[in-house]
């Protein structure tokens, strides 16, 4: 472990520890992309169930029309 930090550093591009707020592309990429299958996997449930999302109780509502 200590010689991949050590051969991270000598690369002088950031990355050699990992908690300096820098990602590597690849694990940017796989942030993004878990980002991503998170909200069509919210998306996908919203379109199976539409009824979910409604109220389960509908009002009435009353029209007072002037005569």
């Known amino acids: 472990m ?3 930090w050590i051969k991270e550093a000598d690369n002088e591009d950031g ?5 300096n707020g820098k990602l590597t ?10 980002a991503q299958v998170i909200r ?3 998306e996908r449930e919203i379109q ?3 009824q979910s999302s409604l109220p389960k109780k509908r009002s009435k509502i009353f029209v007072h029309y002037p005569t």
Not at 15 to 19: E, G, M
Not at 25 to 34: A, S, V, Y
């Open 15 to 19: 990355h050699a520890f990992r908690d």
């Open 25 to 34: 592309p690849e694990q940017e990429e796989i942030r993004n992309l878990k």
């Open 48 to 50: 199976k169930n539409p």
């Open 40 to 42: 069509l996997e919210m």
């Open 2 to 4: 200590l010689g991949c």
